[in-house]
């Protein structure tokens, strides 16, 4: 509960981000606009694996108990006060500050949070169920983007889009949600006992003095960590972002689908994928974990991009049967004079909707001259706005749904996998670094890479999937070479 | 098998730098004072490349590791990495 609480806090600040830079980070204010990309960039690849570290440090000196509680109520109190800060207009540059901090600080407590459950969880499972057990805590961050998209499409569709976007509207409800929610989680943990392993550890004044040192300076630990990020977490953590947020954001940036409808696909196939964590997690205590891992990255290489070709034919314009369309508002035409020239840019927009079930906006920006309209440049066509009918839609819940899949299975087992690779006394801070090196910045790059190679290469529009693809490649050989299938019957050394 | 390890180790010790020049590569064609995307940003090139590499060197020490013979045996308890 109180993971998924942590990752639902996380994901809200992205999902609203744009309604969010235009209350704290407005456009034209260079340092806001710096500000921002702090916000984004330094709370997933710096602070993440710092908060692993410190975190970690201490769940390994004190106990994974309070350290984990420490890291929910930081992240609660965290998302709580990013919803009650003034936007720009009132306070100024101090608004971006504010939220600047407060996003450092959520960075932070995701990095402590997950080593902390994980190990905590598995500490308690019985040996031959390990995996089973700790691929609850996985269903977590999924579950938290589908109670993050949820509870935002819950309020957005509760009002107007004025009275969400408003300094104080709508946007900051899911954020005041999080106090309500992060107090019930604090009870039960607070109810909770230290991990036995741990408590048997400590009994025995046997935990460790400097679990940093232990596990990067030895090398026989140092060794492992390589291992489990270059050969599990970095393939894990591409497939995991690539499934959800890149998926999504295809969805609404390429194939240009309507809010809503972008959402509701998400939140069906995460909805339909989302047991398989626990299927996959209890299938490696059966026949080991490694090859579920790997054979969900392989299968990640090979379809992704039939997988996102397929997004984009279903909705050509040349293969589809549009019946009985027609035109359903008036069309807007605007013109734009081009400086002293004796031109103008016309855009045309027009909504149209079919019998069988699409709707979309038409977007036609032409140059024409000054005097009558012989078209000079040819018109470039966009379509916005797209609503898709049934059986599309229930397609790309399918699309999206084989990816999620993928995701359960790298990320079903792969905390038992953790666990099972390091020692009692320096098992949060060594599993927790490599985990989020693998996610915050291997996964977290998907979007930056992709925009990279999509600007480098603007003729492929599926060229960004060339960065998970290689990583994943990457990962599965590593992992196929050098990691072993073996179950660890003992976690208690 | 062990052998293909060993020899591996080679490949990732070649493929660290050669990831890190590409990136510096990448960063130098990129940055653009005129440009409005994240990729024309500076802050996250020196983000990403101040974040990469040590993972780089993780990645060549691991390559080292792997030529060395080191990953011929996984430990089996925690008594072999203590």
Redesign the interface.
């Known amino acids: 509960m109180g993971t998924l609480i942590e990752w639902y806090d996380f994901y809200i600040f992205g999902m609203l981000a744009k309604t969010i830079s235009v209350q704290f980070f407005p456009e034209g204010n260079d340092v806001a606009a710096?500000l921002s990309?702090?916000a984004?960039?330094?709370a997933g690849?710096?602070v993440r694996?710092f908060g692993a570290l410190l975190f970690g440090r201490l769940g390994d000196l004190i106990g994974r108990k309070y350290t984990f509680l420490l890291t929910l109520v930081l992240m609660g109190s965290a998302t709580f006060l990013i919803g009650l800060v003034p936007g720009y207009k009132t306070i100024g540059v101090l608004a971006p500050i504010l939220v600047l901090l407060l996003r450092l600080i959520q960075g932070l407590a995701l990095g402590g949070e997950y080593g902390g459950a994980a190990t905590y969880v598995a500490e308690h499972a019985p040996a031959n169920k390990r995996g089973l057990y700790t691929s609850w805590i996985q269903t977590t961050a999924t579950l938290g983007l589908f109670v993050a998209l949820g509870v935002i499409l819950l309020v957005k569709s509760s009002m107007s889009n004025e009275a969400f976007d408003a300094e104080w509207g709508g946007w900051r409800y899911p954020f005041w949600l999080s106090i309500l929610l992060v107090g019930v989680s604090i009870y039960i943990r607070m109810k909770m006992k230290e991990s036995p392993l741990f408590a048997k550890l400590k009994h025995e004044g046997k935990t460790s003095v400097n679990p940093l040192k232990e596990s990067f300076s030895?090398?026989?630990?140092?060794?492992?960590v390589?291992?489990a990020?270059?050969g599990a977490v970095m393939g894990q953590g591409v497939i995991w972002y690539t499934g959800q947020f890149y998926a999504q954001n295809f969805l609404e940036t390429r194939v240009m689908i309507e809010f809503g409808q972008s959402r509701t696909i998400l939140l069906w196939a995460i909805l339909f994928a989302t047991p398989f964590f626990v299927f996959f997690g209890w299938l490696s205590d059966k026949i080991g974990r490694k090859w579920i891992m790997l054979i969900g990255m392989l299968l990640g290489v090979l379809f992704y991009r039939p997988i996102y070709q397929s997004f984009l034919d279903s909705v050509d314009h040349t293969k589809i049967e549009f019946v009985d369309l027609k035109v359903t508002a008036k069309p807007k035409i605007e013109a734009v004079p081009i400086g002293t020239t004796n031109g103008f840019v016309r855009t045309i927009t027009t909504s149209y909707a079919s019998a069988n079930g699409w709707a979309y906006t038409e977007t036609v920006r032409d140059t024409v001259r000054q005097q009558g309209d012989a078209i000079v440049a040819k018109p470039i066509t966009k379509y916005t706005d797209r609503q898709l009918p049934k059986p599309v839609f229930w397609k790309f819940v399918w699309l999206v749904f084989i990816q999620i899949f993928f995701v359960t299975m790298v990320y079903g087992p792969v905390a038992a996998f953790l666990v099972e690779l390091?020692?009692?006394k320096i098992r949060y801070t060594s599993m927790s670094l490599p985990y989020h090196?693998g996610n915050g910045?291997f996964g977290g790059?998907v979007p930056?890479i992709g925009?990279?190679l999509t600007?480098?290469f603007p003729a492929d529009p599926l060229v960004g999937l060339w960065y998970p693809i290689i990583v994943a490649s990457?990962c599965f050989?590593?992992g196929a070479?050098?990691?072993?299938n073996?179950i660890?019957p003992?976690v208690n050394? | 098998?062990n052998k293909?390890?060993r020899y591996?180790g080679l490949v990732?010790i070649i493929?660290g730098p050669l990831i890190f020049i590409l990136l510096l590569i990448?960063a130098w064609y990129?940055i653009d004072s005129a440009g409005k995307?994240?990729?024309n940003?500076p802050?996250?090139w020196v983000?990403?490349i101040?974040?990469?590499l040590p993972?780089v060197i993780?990645?060549v020490?691991?390559g080292w590791?792997?030529l060395k013979g080191?990953?011929d045996h996984?430990?089996?308890?925690?008594?072999?990495?203590?």
């Open positions: 710096l990309t702090l984004i960039f330094a690849f710096i694996p030895h090398k026989a630990n140092f060794k492992m390589l291992l990020l270059f390091f020692p009692t090196i910045v790059l930056f925009l990279l600007t480098s990457l050989v590593i070479l050098y990691l072993n073996k660890d003992n050394d | 098998m293909l390890k591996a990732w493929a990448a990129n995307k994240d990729i940003n802050v996250p983000i990403i101040g974040i990469f993972i993780g990645l020490i691991f590791y792997a080191e990953y996984l430990p089996e308890d925690s008594t072999e990495i203590e």
